[in-house]
């Protein structure tokens, strides 16, 4: 396994996260998967000792079960690794059981610390944009979290590139705990991320996981026709949005690639996303031992440069302003 910094931070996180959202299996997100305690033990046992020293979860996945499961597999070996949840979501039937308040937010970070049986998180993040709360109050209330030792650093998740800055500024001139990192939706077919959210990541040396790196699932094999069996996450629930027509020529330019190399489509997925320069960790949810063993195996596929460019040109976003514009004024600077 191979380890990155996260962020500007002094942490090393494994370049595969270890995503729990298969865990559970109750309420909206038991489309992703239905594993109970002794299916998701025998995967975390796997991981720890493939080296995978990161691993994700949210408050909001099965109702909190998730959180309840992983920590019970992690058992005494949560001092070994980079430990992730979230907050934001639903987590009971009041009006303040949801968002980004103070009030939430101290709820949450006490329930989750429950459920996952440790007395702190290593990265706790922002699920989303809450429209309601100001910045200052979620990320006062952050600060406290940090300050009182239980979580280590802050992130967030499914944010827009100008939430990231203003939160930037917010806690920069507070001098409180910043946004070391960002989960977001990023694959080969869904290269969005790159108009204006992957160059604030580098400008301000912002960490990024990647969520859902083989956009939903559409990016295997299984897929290839343009349609997939009726069992398949994918079939149940299509989610991330993606353009079809693109997502099926890379389909096609990794099914290529991966005969020559005798790798599986989602292996290809996954090393083009960790050959690009501003991926920290890219998080990899499995529902099958086999699922796991063939993700790992993505860390070990080197792509040349004429099969990057491959990939690249049959995935390119079609051009946008302002970022055309920029492209014209940044050919005279060298």
Not at 240 to 257: E, G, T, V
Request: charge should be neutral; include cysteine; proline fraction near 4%.
């Amino acid at each position: 396994m191979n380890y990155r910094v996260l962020g500007r931070t002094g942490l090393l996180v494994s370049e595969l996260c270890f995503g729990a959202m298969t865990f559970g299996g109750k309420g909206m997100f038991a489309v992703a998967g239905t594993l109970g305690q002794p299916e998701a033990n025998k995967l975390v046992a796997r991981a720890l000792d493939a080296g995978i020293n990161f691993f994700d979860t949210a408050n909001v996945y099965s109702e909190g079960e998730s959180e309840k499961i992983l920590g019970q597999a992690l058992g005494a070996r949560r001092k070994e690794i980079v430990l992730a949840t979230k907050v934001r979501g639903k987590m009971g039937p009041g009006p303040n059981d949801v968002g980004l308040s103070r009030k939430h937010i101290l709820d949450a970070i006490d329930a989750s610390l429950t459920r996952l049986n440790t007395d702190y998180v290593d990265l706790y993040q922002i699920h989303g944009f809450d429209r309601i709360t100001p910045l200052e109050e979620t990320l006062s209330a952050l600060e406290d979290v940090v300050r009182t030792g239980k979580a280590r650093y802050i992130g967030c998740s499914n944010l827009a590139a100008w939430h990231i800055m203003k939160a930037l500024g917010i806690s920069e001139r507070r001098g409180w705990a910043r946004f070391d990192s960002l989960q977001a939706y990023y694959s080969v077919a869904g290269r969005d991320l790159e108009r204006e959210i992957v160059p604030l990541l580098a400008d301000q040396n912002i960490g990024l996981m990647v969520w859902s790196p083989l956009a939903g699932g559409f990016l295997t094999d299984k897929f290839a026709s343009g349609t997939g069996p009726a069992e398949a996450r994918r079939s149940k629930f299509d989610f991330p949005p993606l353009d079809r027509d693109r997502a099926l020529k890379c389909i096609a330019a990794m099914k290529q690639l991966g005969a020559a190399h005798g790798a599986s489509v989602a292996r290809v997925a996954l090393a083009w996303l960790l050959h690009q320069k501003a991926v920290s960790s890219v998080i990899i949810g499995m529902k099958t031992e086999q699922q796991f063993d063939d993700n790992l195996k993505a860390v070990e596929l080197k792509l040349s440069a004429e099969e990057l460019k491959q990939l690249n040109e049959v995935s390119a976003l079609p051009p946008e302003y302002p970022g055309w514009m920029l492209e014209r004024f940044a050919s005279d600077r060298g």
